[in-house]
């Protein structure tokens, strides 16, 4: 009699002579990779599911394959000079390719150095890092990272590190010191993930990453502003439909990295339907579910954590639940290629009893978001000149992902699970990034109003606090409550792509900060240049 694991075993062993494209990884998530992958999917045609990221190439590629990015036939100029240019501009560093097996190896790094022009203060960066990624078969893909950093940062950024023990999406640090005296923040991260995918509609990864839920430049229902998490993912794409299960464990700290951590779990589930090319709709559901007593760590699951169809534990409990639930809604629509209008909306609760009378009562918690994007102003019709333009505005009431249970709220490792500033804000985001040849030039400018919470004091903008009849009255909440704050940021940023392959550059860039409430008026003027591999994002711009 076949035990259950044999069973599997033999199943797995007929799976995988069947032939599908190979490349199962991922494209990584960074702003500038995503942005070539989705001008390419908004003008293809084609039907693609883009609103769960990051996507994997082995849906995309068939259909739309990536250009070449230098002529690579001619040997005029010799081998040792055609293998440079291919490394410098198209290929990975090391590539390995059988017929069964391919490995491809890149180094990555962030070397910036930069200076605070108002005070005189200077902050720098130095990252290396490795990057190992490829196939076993036709069947199962890997992709693996180590990166090792040290990093003197601004007094914005480097306040907010030691408020929350964490290095913004990066983890947890020590201080490396000179003299005695804390110098900097030493830190260490690994990512990595396996991929299998047993039939053309089916995929399973099993890794230590990220994800991102919609379209803009931020989301509102999971995004890639925390530390990378354990994950399982079950991917069916069947055409017009798409559905994705997510099972996490994520973790909070109250001290240092090295004391004790406390963890929670997450499961989302995200339906895609696409009747046209030119329309995508997308159903979310997230929940934080309470598998730990926060004294001792004792896992408590319930059943229901296992159960991957949507919408069915919101009807049981009720969005008002012990365990933390999201709802959300994700839309993208393309006039005409090359344009997309996209937006989301989020709900944490809502009591509709409550709508009658005054406004503003503290357990109705949503959001929105709307955006539109082009990604090529003159429609590519100028060879290797690009033009790109994005403008987004987010809005999420106060208190919203924040939770009557202590550490219940929607976060892991110490930082927001979705819009870096928590709740209780707006934003307006604008973006125009010009692409001659290698040579690019961006502005970006982030304007937000929020408030400024205390542990003593909850206005509604901090997650980490609890849930409980808030500072005003449980009516009347509404943004820029109690301690009204905005913040600007804009950046100017030049810089040269060597690489697109690991988007290895060149850059300089300039940014201005303006951090002010009726106590605190700050002006900050940052000027850095540096040389690094982007395909990550990191949120500074707070």
């Known amino acids: 009699m076949f035990k259950i694991n044999n069973i599997f075993l033999v199943v797995f062993i007929i799976l995988i002579p069947s032939i599908l494209y190979s490349q199962h990884t991922n494209y990584h998530l960074g702003n500038q990779v995503e942005r070539e992958v989705s001008r390419r999917i908004n003008s293809s045609g084609e ?34 000079m055609d293998w440079l240019v291919r490394k410098s501009f198209k290929e990975d560093l090391f590539v390995i390719e059988k017929k069964d097996l391919n490995i491809y190896i890149n180094l990555l790094i962030d070397l910036k150095q930069g200076q605070d022009e108002l005070d005189t203060s200077s902050f720098s960066q130095n990252t290396r890092a490795f990057e190992i990624y490829g196939d076993l078969g036709n069947k199962v893909s890997f992709y ?24 913004p999406g990066q983890g947890s640090w020590k201080e490396f010191k000179k003299d005695g005296k804390p110098m900097g923040r030493d830190y260490g991260y690994a990512s990595g993930y396996l991929s299998f995918s047993p039939a053309k509609f089916f995929n399973f990864q099993i890794g230590h990453s990220k994800h991102f839920v919609g379209e803009g430049y931020r989301s509102l229902l999971l995004s890639d502003n925390s530390f990378n998490y354990p994950f399982m993912k079950f991917n069916f794409d069947f055409g017009k439909f798409q559905y994705t299960s997510l099972y996490t464990e994520f973790q909070f700290f109250t001290t240092k990295y090295y004391n004790y951590h406390h963890k929670k779990h997450g499961s989302f589930n995200y339906f895609s339907y696409s009747p046209h090319h030119k329309i995508t709709l997308g159903v979310f559901e997230g929940i934080i579910w309470k ?23 919101p009807f049981q409990y009720g969005l008002n639940d012990n365990n933390n639930i999201i709802l959300g809604l994700n839309f993208k629509f393309i006039p005409i290629n090359y344009t997309e209008i996209y937006g989301q909306f989020v709900l944490d609760n809502f009591e509709f009893d409550k709508l009658g009378g005054e406004n503003g009562y503290f357990e109705n918690k949503y959001g929105y978001q709307v955006g539109g994007k082009i990604y090529d102003l003159i ?45 209780g804000f707006t934003e307006g985001i604008f973006i125009a990034n010009l ?69 290895l550059q060149v850059f300089t860039s300039i940014q201005f900060r303006d951090y002010s409430n009726s106590l605190y008026d700050r002006k900050e003027r940052f000027i850095y240049f540096g040389i690094k591999t982007s395909i990550d994002n990191f949120y500074y711009d707070w």
């Open 144 to 167: 693996s990272s180590f990166y090792e950093n040290q990093a003197f940062f601004p007094e914005y950024i480097d306040n907010k590190i030691a408020n929350n023990f964490v290095v």
């Open 379 to 423: 429609f590519d019709k100028i060879k290797n000149i690009n033009l790109y333009l994005q403008a987004e505005y987010n809005m999420v009431s106060s208190y919203t992902y924040s939770h009557k249970s202590l550490h219940q709220e929607y976060s892991h490792y110490n930082q927001a699970l979705a819009h870096p500033l928590g709740a």
């Open 291 to 313: 598998t730990s007593d926060y004294s001792t760590y004792v896992k408590k699951f319930s059943v229901n954590f296992f159960n991957p169809v949507m919408l069915i534990r």
């Open 47 to 80: 039907v693609f599911h883009t609103g769960f990221k990051p996507l994997m190439k082995s849906k995309i590629e068939p259909k739309i394959p990536t250009p070449l990015l230098v002529d690579t036939t001619s040997k005029k100029h010799g081998i040792a």
């Open 435 to 503: 692409n001659v040849y290698n040579f690019y030039v961006q502005f970006k400018i982030n304007s937000a109003r929020t408030s400024m919470d205390t542990l003593s004091s909850n206005f509604g903008s901090n997650i980490f606090l609890e849930n409980v009849i808030p500072e005003q009255t449980s009516y009347g909440n509404k943004i820029g409550q109690g301690l009204a704050t905005t913040i600007n940021n804009t950046s100017y940023t030049f810089g040269y792509i060597f690489n697109k392959t690991t988007n």
